[in-house]
């Protein structure tokens, strides 16, 4: 969607290394989320933000960290790659807790 | 928690053929609302469902949520190849702001 870019597109790294994606928004969504796409599980939620500072874990969370400093940033950091880490990540935003999801593009994620 | 589970997960067609995918949760659902994937894409909104027993068509999608809120579906009539890609359900209000998806299903259409 408008508005939502994740960076990088595409990572390769190896495992043990740390990695952080970003997404950057300027729809000034209040809620701001992180989904990994794996073949045969669909979309699960790592984790989210109801706010700047504010985060909760999601269903899949293990290995991951994430910070919010600014309404338009939503860091995911990978602490020490693994990797059942390989994965699409996707960041989503939205206004409020019942309306549409807005996804990015994604990021391809590679750990060797 | 909550389970939202998706039926069929692939589904192939033939051009001018119908498909539906269902979605059904282990809970009530409070609204149900349909993404699509395109192949190499990402998820983008397709309608939010409220009310019970709700109807809604978009052209050749019709949307319905059953009447007890715990299940939903999405007909295609006459698919075409731009209707290939992945359709996923989720509920937006889940538990704590979080939107639980089903597991989507997969449409694949030929000529």
């Known amino acids: 969607d408008a508005g939502i870019t994740q960076s990088p597109r595409h990572k390769v790294t190896e495992t043990g290394t740390p990695v952080t994606l970003r997404c950057h928004q300027t729809e000034n969504h209040r809620y701001m989320y992180w989904y990994r796409q794996d073949p045969g599980h669909g979309l699960r939620l790592i984790h989210y933000?109801?706010?700047?500072?504010?985060?909760d874990k999601g269903e899949v969370s293990d290995g991951y960290s994430v910070s919010r400093s600014k309404t338009e940033d939503f860091l995911l950091t990978l602490e020490s790659a693994t990797s059942s880490q390989t994965s699409v990540y996707f960041c989503?935003?939205?206004?409020?807790?019942?309306?549409?999801?807005?996804f990015g593009n994604g990021t391809r994620l590679t750990v060797t | 928690g909550q389970q939202v589970m998706q039926i069929p997960q692939y589904q192939h067609v033939q051009e001018g053929e119908d498909f539906t995918t269902y979605c059904n949760s282990s809970?009530?659902?409070?609204?149900i609302q349909w993404y699509k994937q395109r192949p190499g894409g990402h998820p983008v909104f397709l309608i939010q469902l409220v009310k019970s027993g709700e109807v809604k068509k978009q052209k050749r999608l019709t949307f319905q949520f059953g009447e007890a809120k715990k299940n939903s579906s999405l007909h295609i009539t006459a698919t075409q190849t731009t209707d290939v890609g992945t359709y996923f359900c989720g509920d937006p209000t889940g538990t704590a702001s979080k939107l639980t998806f089903g597991t989507g299903t997969r449409l694949q259409v030929t000529l």
């Open positions: 809970t009530t659902l409070s609204n």
């Open positions: 989503a935003t939205r206004t409020d807790t019942d309306s549409p999801l807005h």
């Open positions: 933000s109801y706010g700047v500072k504010d985060t």
